[in-house]
Nanobody, 124 residues
Framework: QVQLVESGGGLVQAGGSLRLSCAASGRTGSTGARGWFRQAPGMEREFVAAISRSGGSTHYADSWKGRFTISRDNARNTVYLQMNSLKPEDTAVYYC?????????????????WGKGTQVTVSS
């Protein structure tokens, strides 16, 4: 089992920044792929960004490319999502996910473990 705990969410004004963290614990050795997803009220969960086990490969959804950056610190078993130039439409619950394997994963069904999420609210 792998446990994921997100942190760093909160209320921020439009144009501001937040950095989300996702700390993993448990049997993390075989779950190298990590991703961030978001879910706004009344919407499906959607892909935001993903990173490979080494950190050498990343992928972003078009909506957040250029504003968000995913990174990881394997020594700390932590993945980050740096969110800049935030907009009110970025408001959602952001979830961290882990998948078996090492490559980038884009779809929710490809992930095996999920955190409980952290709320991000961007005011206009």
């Amino acid at each position: 089992q792998v446990q994921l705990v997100e942190s760093g969410g909160g209320l921020v004004q439009a144009g501001g920044s937040l950095r989300l963290s996702c700390a993993a614990s448990g049997r993390t050795g075989s779950t190298g792929a990590r991703g961030w997803f978001r879910q706004a009220p009344g919407m499906e969960r959607e892909f935001v960004a993903a990173i490979s086990r080494s950190g050498g490969s990343t992928h972003y959804a078009d909506s957040w490319k250029g504003r968000f950056t995913i990174s990881r610190d394997n020594a700390r078993n932590t993945v980050y999502l740096q969110m800049n130039s935030l907009k009110p439409e970025d408001t959602a619950v952001y979830y961290c996910a882990a998948a078996y394997g090492v490559g980038v994963r884009l779809m929710p069904f490809e992930y095996d473990y999920w955190g409980k999420g952290t709320q991000v609210t961007v005011s206009s």
